[in-house]
Nanobody, 126 residues
């Protein structure tokens, strides 16, 4: 049974930090590149960050560059999103997703992802 379980969300003041985790099971984690997306109330789900299978390459949406860091630990089957300098506009439900071994490296494209987590809420107060 494939599972992606996000954790680490919560309420934080502007300027604060959170670390999201995405625990994977039921598939060969190291064969999947991983992405983080977010969906704010009333908006579409948007790309945030992604990391290649080996962790050697990352990609970020411009609005989080320099503040967020994506990483992974293939030994622990877990992906992370370290979020620093949080802003109220970062408030959203954050989802992790996995893209399979034969997929193209087009991390902003949601249709490239095979598996999705249920999401974790991040709320940043001003």
């Amino acid at each position: 049974q494939v599972q992606l379980v996000e954790s680490g969300g919560g309420l934080v003041q502007a300027g604060g930090s959170l670390r999201l985790s995405c625990a994977a099971s039921g598939f060969t984690f190291s064969s999947y590149y991983m992405g983080w997306f977010r969906q704010a109330p009333g908006k579409e789900r948007d790309f945030v960050a992604a990391i290649t299978r080996s962790g050697g390459t990352t990609k970020y949406v411009d609005s989080v560059k320099g503040r967020f860091t994506i990483s992974r630990d293939n030994a622990k089957n877990t992906a992370y999103l370290q979020m620093n300098g949080l802003k109220p506009e970062d408030t959203a439900v954050y989802y992790c997703a996995g893209s399979g071994p034969f997929s193209r490296w087009q991390p902003e494209d949601q249709y490239e992802y095979d598996y999705w987590g249920q999401g974790t809420q991040v709320t940043v107060s001003s």
